[in-house]
C-alpha cells in the first residue's frame, strides 16, 4: 500500500499496524514523523477488550465471580433503573453489553480541565459531561453497546483492588504481557502521536483526556496489542498464560443470541469482544473511536492469524478495514 497516500487519503498523518501469522509478529508499519513502532495511540473502546481480559483474572484468581451481581462490588454506590429502582446485573453482562445500562460512550475532556473521579462519571455528576449511568432495560433482555456499563466495572474493579486502575492494569496484563509501550495513565506526554478531526484540525492539546479509563483511556501500540492478542490466541491451543483457557474460551464465545451489524460486519458479542467471520475464519476483536484517534484489531480464534491498526484521525474509520483487508485478505 502506497501509506502516505492512504494517510493524506483519510487526513491522518500517522498510523501503526502489526499483523500476525503462526501466532509471531510477521509485519509492522510505522507511518508518520518521527513515528516508530514504540509511539503511543489511544486505542479507544479497543481498552474495553483489555480491560476485560483483568477482569477475568481476577475470577481465575476467586477475587469475583462473572454470576456475581456488581452491586456487590460497588460499595456505597447507587444503582438504579430507569425508573429509579435498585439496578441488577452480572458482571457477565455488563462484559457482554447485556446488562441493560446506558451512556454509549465518552467525549472526553481537554487539557486544564477538571477531570472526574470514576464515581463522579457513574453519577453524571460535575465535573463530568456525561450522564448518569443508569439501567435502561431489563439485564439480558438484548444487547445494547454501554460504556457506562464498564465504568461500573471500573468501579467495582477499583474497590476489589485497592489501587488506582492504571495500576491495576500495569499489573493485571500490561507488565506480564510485556506491554512495555502502554499505559491506561491520562498524564502520558512522551512517544504519543496527536490526534485530528475532519477537515485536518488538530485536536486541542493533541488528544482528549479520559479518565473513562476502562472503556476508553488506554495508550499503547499496535505491536504491544499484537502481544495482548498473541497471548489470547496462544491459551486458546493449550498453552499457560494469565487466564485459565476455560475463561479465554468464554470470552470468545457468543453471550447472547443477537447477531450485530458492527461496521457492515456481522458479529456477536463474547466477553468485552466481538466474534465474527473474517476471511473464512472466527474471529475476535473490537473497534475504537476516540476524538482524533481510530483503532481496529482482530485475532482468530484457532489459526494464529490477527492485525492490529491505529490511526490518528477522525475520517480513518474505513482505513483500518483496508488495512486489515490488505494483509489478512489474501
Known amino acids: 500500500m502506497d501509506w502516505k497516500r492512504e494517510l493524506e487519503e483519510h487526513q491522518a498523518d500517522s498510523l501503526s499496524v502489526a499483523v500476525i501469522r503462526n501466532f509471531q509478529i510477521a509485519d509492522t508499519v510505522a507511518q508518520g514523523d518521527g513515528v516508530t513502532a514504540h509511539t503511543r495511540f489511544q486505542a479507544a473502546s479497543v481498552s474495553k477488550m483489555v480491560f476485560a481480559a483483568a477482569v477475568l483474572r481476577l475470577a481465575a484468581e476467586g477475587r469475583l465471580s462473572l454470576e456475581d451481581d456488581i452491586g456487590r462490588y460497588l ?26 445500562f446506558g451512556v454509549h460512550g465518552f467525549y472526553g475532556y481537554g487539557h486544564g480541565e477538571e477531570l472526574p473521579t470514576t464515581a463522579q462519571i457513574v453519577l453524571g455528576e460535575p465535573p463530568c459531561n456525561s450522564p448518569k449511568v443508569v439501567q435502561e432495560y431489563r439485564p439480558g433482555e438484548h444487547w445494547a453497546y ?14 476489589i483492588s485497592g489501587l488506582p486502575f492504571a495500576d491495576f492494569m500495569e499489573r493485571a496484563v500490561l507488565s506480564p504481557l510485556e506491554m512495555g509501550d502502554s499505559t491506561y ?27 473513562e479509563q476502562a472503556a476508553a483511556g488506554l495508550w499503547t501500540t499496535a505491536v504491544d496489542l499484537a502481544k495482548f492478542g498473541i497471548h489470547l490466541q496462544n491459551i486458546l491451543r493449550g498453552k499457560a498464560g494469565i487466564i485459565p483457557r476455560a475463561l479465554v474460551e468464554e470470552m470468545v464465545t457468543p453471550q447472547h443470541g443477537d447477531v450485530l451489524d458492527l461496521e457492515d460486519t456481522a458479529c456477536r458479542t463474547g466477553l468485552g469482544c466481538y466474534i465474527k467471520q473474517l476471511y473464512g475464519e472466527t474471529y475476535f476483536g473490537h473497534s475504537g473511536s476516540n476524538v482524533g484517534f481510530k483503532a481496529l484489531v482482530n485475532f482468530s480464534v484457532q489459526n494464529g492469524k490477527g492485525c492490529c491498526v491505529l490511526v490518528n484521525a477522525d475520517a480513518a474509520a ?13
Open 75 to 100: 460499595g456505597e454506590l447507587p444503582l438504579h433503573n430507569a425508573e429509579g429502582r435498585p439496578a441488577r446485573a452480572t458482571v457477565r453482562q455488563v462484559l457482554a453489553h447485556t446488562a441493560g
Open 146 to 159: 454501554s460504556g457506562g456499563g464498564f465504568m461500573l466495572l471500573q468501579n467495582c474493579v477499583e474497590n
Open 185 to 211: 495513565r491520562q498524564d502520558v506526554m512522551e512517544h504519543i502521536a496527536k490526534g485530528y478531526t475532519t477537515d485536518w484540525n488538530p485536536v486541542p492539546g493533541g488528544h482528549q483526556l479520559m479518565p
Open 318 to 330: 474505513p482505513l483500518r478495514r483496508r488495512i486489515q483487508d490488505f494483509f489478512l485478505g489474501a
